[in-house]
């Protein structure tokens, strides 16, 4: 203690490498490529499994960038901070830009989907009503402060994992009961000649991202870890295999059942008709367990949308009177969150869950790219000591998500492109042509 200060409270470092990578599989679901399956599926023209195999590569190497970059900024655990830091102040505004196209996209897609699936459920009500019920669900349950805890978060992962092997099981009993006289069956989920096509593939593994989308939520646990130098980086890269791998397995039972020149009677519900298929009873049971999921899912993302435009709000890269104000009664960023909730809304009447799943990813990869950037500028460009392990994960990191982003729909890069413009002159007259220092620091936890 100096001058009778007495010192700060810090955070535990408690969390061990297992519950770092818990903490991950938790934000990303064991059931995430089942709600895209049928836009995948369309997209890649069967090629599914490969397109997952492919982003997992890409993800694997972006998450080694994210666990270094939390080495050099333990507290931070954000891309926009890792490029504004170690490239510019202006890229890594835009890098933040992009990250709240992200987050504020994310939930449209939860949105969109629960719509399409209770539809499904119920006919009678249409899915325009669907998408105001759910929007408005959503946003009301946050401004009232109400949070899912981690124990039901947890609980919530280990049914759908208990889901997930009783459809495998369902699975397997379907595919060695059915007869297939083709020799080539069992390996047309990773190459099927007659439908294969390079630049369809690029265009389904530039979506299929977004079955590992929140793997970097893992680097803002940096200062509760124990030895975090180690573990926040081999956390990351163990959450992404693992994804990937169940992803793959319930992408490849997929394809078998329903082979990829089979059109699905709805594109964003395909899986529960594969589901159908396999073992009618799990219709429902499927459905229902993806919707609470989604439903959650959804939640939990508008709130952190909303804390992202509080964020900004709070540093003035957005007006601070709207954005960057706490309503005291239950310590939330009620206006942001109203706001979110209204462009979910909006954005739900005009965006298909395909079109929004491409315009989500469109502002992920540029944080991906960014923070590869940063990890290749810092660990090899301004090292004393050039190596080659510091040289490769960043640079092909960066071409894979590169060409990921490229090969993207005209239409989501159009819409990107829009958004971007549009915050860079939204910057140019905040800063006064960027005279002004930007700051986009994300509030303490």
């Known amino acids: 203690m100096i001058g009778g200060t007495p ?69 931070a655990g954000s891309a926009y901070t890792y490029v504004a830091r170690e490239i510019h102040p202006s890229l890594g505004y835009i890098t933040g830009w992009g990250m709240v196209l992200d987050y504020v996209v994310n939930p449209i897609c939860c949105t969109v989907w629960c719509a399409e699936m209770s539809n499904s459920f119920v006919r009678a009500v249409p899915v325009l009503a ?116 169940i992803s793959a397995v319930e992408a490849y039972a997929a394809q078998l059942i329903w082979p990829a020149r089979q059109p699905f009677p709805d594109m964003d519900t395909a899986y529960v008709s594969v589901v159908g298929r396999a073992w009618p009873p799990l219709v429902n049971v499927v459905g229902l367990t993806l919707l609470v999921g989604t439903f959650a899912a959804g939640l939990a993302q508008q709130l952190g949308a909303a804390r992202l435009l509080y964020a900004m709000g709070r540093s003035n890269a957005l007006p601070q009177h709207f954005f960057g104000v706490i309503e005291p009664r239950h310590r939330i960023p009620r206006n942001c969150v109203i706001f979110v909730g209204f462009l979910v809304m909006i954005g739900s009447f005009f965006l298909s869950y395909r079109l929004a799943a491409e315009v989500l990813n469109f502002g992920a990869l540029i944080a991906f790219m960014g923070v590869n950037s940063a990890a290749f500028l810092r660990y090899f460009v301004r090292a004393r000591r050039k190596e080659v392990v510091n040289f490769i994960p960043p640079v092909i990191g960066f071409l894979i998500c590169l060409a990921l982003w490229w090969n993207l729909s005209d239409q989501a890069k159009v819409l990107g492109a829009i958004w971007i413009a549009a915050g860079v002159a939204f910057g140019v007259w905040s800063t006064r042509g960027f005279r002004v220092p930007l700051s986009l620091e994300l509030p303490p936890e």
């Open 7 to 75: 010192p700060q409270p810090r955070l535990r470092r408690a969390l061990t490498l297992s519950d770092l990578v818990l903490y991950g599989v938790v934000v990303i679901s064991p059931m995430a490529p089942m709600g895209i399956f049928g836009v995948l599926s369309e997209r890649g023209r069967g090629h599914v499994v490969t397109a997952l195999l492919i982003a997992m590569v890409a993800m694997l190497l972006t998450g080694i960038s994210y666990g270094r970059m939390a080495r050099a900024y333990p507290s």
């Open 130 to 245: 669907w998408k105001i019920l759910y929007a408005g669900a959503i946003t009301a349950l946050n401004v009232q402060g109400i949070r899912s805890s981690a124990r039901i978060n947890i609980g919530m992962t280990v049914a759908q994992c208990l889901v997930v092997v009783v459809i495998l099981i369902a699975a397997v009993h379907y595919i060695f009961g059915q007869p297939h006289s083709d020799p080539l069956f069992y390996s047309r989920p990773f190459y099927d000649p007659q439908t294969f096509n390079f630049g369809a593939l690029m265009g389904c593994t530039a979506i299929a991202v977004l079955s590992y989308i929140g793997f970097d939520g893992i680097s803002t646990l940096s200062e509760e870890t124990a030895n975090p130098r180690r573990n926040i980086m081999l956390a990351t890269v163990l959450t992404c295999v693992l994804i990937g791998l």
